[in-house]
């Protein structure tokens, strides 16, 4: 018999769901979702020993390659074959919007909001030895623990860490950019990456951690790069060279991931964890009237827009929340389709195989924990079209 959880949910949290028509039962299901894990790509022959480390088994998701489910009550964080980075947690709705991306070995990957860096890793898993990926986020914590996750998975290597706001970052592809000959042959170059940085620029960091505040300049700061992220050799000028809006249609991002900040209302296990919290502190982050009805959903487009315009003609974007409310979801992307006549919602063609259900919008898709046993996820894919027929969707 399927066990079902005796969460006592807040009446602020009731009135949130009657608001957005949502049906509270669907947070019965928390203790019977099954927590997913990714295995890293060349670890698959060691599949027994690592149901020996958590003793239990690996059960195999057959629609979505990689991926393998656990009861929830099984811990992995102690195991040795998570420590030695064989494998890492990410719900498998996460791992289907990154799927949707269809990335393919050599592509320049953008995850506008980035931390704390499971969908990053498996952009990079995806990417196999060739392409570049780049995280932005606004929380420097958050992105360090971004960073040392790559570390340890060794997916490092071809990527860059941003501390920028997504909706304005405008850094390109490093390996998309010409050489500046207008740049002072004088200015440093970007060495190798280190951890060990000058007391001046380590006090400056300590500072800025503690005020939690993005860098003063509006300028995006870098905070890791790989050795083979097309970094190393670069000056400032050229690595936060400005565009003109029409180039980055030749020297954008091939896929972009705008997993946009949300309520999280639809990842039950987050929902669950307010109950050791303190349900006050669900209403003053999930609940705060301003954030949910005016500027929250404000933040999404923003995003929304920024990742697309930084993406290549012919690119593909993927916006995703982990929030079941149409106003996080389909109304953003409705109202951002009815702006760009060069945006072009697609049909995720592998989904066909997916235990989800379609959105309100036609081609979006929603997972939740009573249709798919995962945590609550809208995902839309959307193309942008090559110059010429953007012109056609006009006339």
Known sequence: ???????????????????????????????????????????????????????CKLDKVNWLPGFYSIPPDVHIARSKAYQQGMMYGIDAASGAAVSALGISPGDHVLDLCAA????????????????????????????????????KYGLAERSRLFLADGTTFSVPPTTNLPCDS??????????????????????????????????????PEIIFYGQGSGVIGLKKKQLYRSLDQDDYAYCGYDKVLVDAECTHDGSIKHIQKFEQWGWTTLERRVLDAERTDRNLSALQLNLLRNGFRLLKEAGTLVYSTCSLTHAQNEDVVDQFLAENSSAELQEIEMAKDWPCRSGRTPKTLRFDPSTSATSGLFVAKIRKLPSNEAKKNVL
């Open 182 to 219: 207008l740049v002072d042959d004088h200015e440093d170059t970007f060495k190798q990456w280190t951890s060990r940085r000058p007391y001046k620029e380590r006090k400056q960091e300590a500072k800025a951690r503690k005020n939690s505040v993005l860098p003063q300049n509006g300028q």
């Open 116 to 151: 704390p860096g499971a969908k990053l890793c498996m952009m990079l898993d995806l990417l196999g030895d060739k392409g570049t990926a780049t995280g932005v986020d606004v929380a420097r914590h958050r992105l360090a623990a971004c960073r040392t996750m790559l570390l």
């Open 1 to 55: 018999m399927e066990e079902t959880s005796k969460l006592q949910l807040p009446e602020t949290f009731l009135s949130f769901l009657e608001a957005n028509g949502l049906d509270p039962s669907i947070y019965t299901h928390g203790n019977s979702i099954p927590r997913y894990v990714r295995l890293k790509p060349g670890f698959e022959d060691a599949l027994e020993e690592i149901e020996s480390q958590i003793n």
